[in-house]
């Protein structure tokens, strides 16, 4: 089968790359926030697909995650998923570029950290340079203004 490679796909392949990052997660109401290194390699999947590996933390608070980041013509979406070792949801990723070509966010839905309900949740992941990179998550408040949760800051290693 074969398949037209959009602007969008070669969007995504600026992804592609080794990265370390800083995060910072807040993990429940009025609690500090938890800050933590990582890092996270992304490869290209035929030009149209971008599969992220990564992890952080030590010892027993150690992570692992994985990442597909795609674009579907046919929805006029990008699509990915992401699953990660300390959570059992399979996050489906459904999102739009903004007009100016640098922040992809992708709408989602998972359970609400604190009463396990179902949320509305939006990665927005920003193009800062050729070289760097943020992730910012974010759930949907009941007052229906979007919360921050967590922000990584990624730079290129490689």
């Known amino acids: 089968m074969q398949v037209e490679i959009t602007e969008q796909h070669k969007w995504l392949q600026q992804l592609v790359g080794r990265w370390a990052f800083d995060m910072s997660c807040v993990m429940g109401p009025d609690q500090e926030p938890e800050k933590s290194t990582g890092a996270e390699t992304l490869i290209a999947l035929g030009g149209l697909w971008v599969i992220g590996e990564g992890g952080g933390g030590e010892g027993d608070q150690a992570w692992a995650s994985r990442l597909t980041l795609g674009y579907d013509p046919a929805q006029q979406r990008f699509v990915g998923t992401f699953v990660a070792s300390m959570m ?56 229906g203004e979007w919360v921050e949760f967590m922000t990584a800051t990624y730079r290129r290693v490689g």
């Not at 996050?91 to 179902?118: C, F, K, Q, S, V």
């Open 88 to 143: 059992t949801h399979l996050w489906l990723y459904n999102g739009t570029l903004d007009d100016a070509g640098t922040t992809l966010t992708l709408d989602t839905e998972g359970p609400n950290m604190t009463d396990g309900r179902m949320a509305k949740y939006q990665d927005l992941y920003t193009i800062t340079g050729p070289d760097g990179r943020t992730l910012t998550s974010r759930m949907l408040g009941p007052d």
